[in-house]
C-alpha cells in the first residue's frame, strides 16, 4: 500500500507482552504513522473518525472491523468506500449516520484524524480481526434498533455494541 512502510505496519501489528494482543493498540505508537491520501484508507478513516472518535484505539479498530466485514460480503458494496456511503444520497436512511445526517464530514480534530487514519491504514493492510467476532453491524448504547433484537452480540467496546447477522439456513 501506498505511503505505508512495512516496517511500520509489522511493529504496529508485532504482539505485546500480553500475547493475546495481536496488535499494538496504542494511541500513541499509531500517531506516529505517516499519513496516507489513498482514497480507501481516507473513506475507511472517516468512517472511524465521526462513527468512534469517541472511543478508545479498542473501539475504533472494530469500527473498522466492521466496515471490513461488509466489503467481504456479497450483500453489501465489495469496496470500503461503497460500504462507507451505502445510501448516503438518502437523509437518515444510510449504513452510517454521518455520511447521510447533513453535517460536514469535514475532520476537524487533527489528533483523532491521524488516528483514524492510522487504523485505517493497518487494518486495509490485511491486519487480523479479531475484536468484534465478525461483527457486520454496530449501534451505541444510546439507541434501541430493531434489527439488534434478531442479531447475535458479538462485542461490546465503550458506547458501541457489536453485532452478527444471524445464520440462515436453507433447505433444499
Known sequence: MRGVS??????????????ADILRYDASYLMEMPQSNDTP???????????ARGEDVYGQFA???????????PNYPDSVCGVVHQNAEHLNACQFSYACNGRSREMVEPSARRLA???????????????TDGATHFH????????AQSFHRTAQFGSHLFYRE???LTLN
Open 117 to 131: 487514519n492510522a487504523i485505517a491504514q493497518i487494518m486495509l493492510s490485511g491486519a487480523p480481526r479479531e475484536l
Open 6 to 19: 512495512s516496517s511500520l505496519v509489522s511493529r504496529a501489528t508485532t504482539p505485546f507482552d500480553n500475547p
Open 63 to 73: 469500527v473498522a472491523e466492521v466496515i471490513l466485514n461488509r466489503v467481504d460480503l
Open 166 to 168: 444471524p445464520v440462515r
Open 41 to 51: 484508507v481516507q473513506c475507511l478513516a472517516e468512517a472511524i473518525y465521526h462513527e
Open 140 to 147: 451505541t448504547t444510546g439507541v434501541r434498533p430493531r434489527w
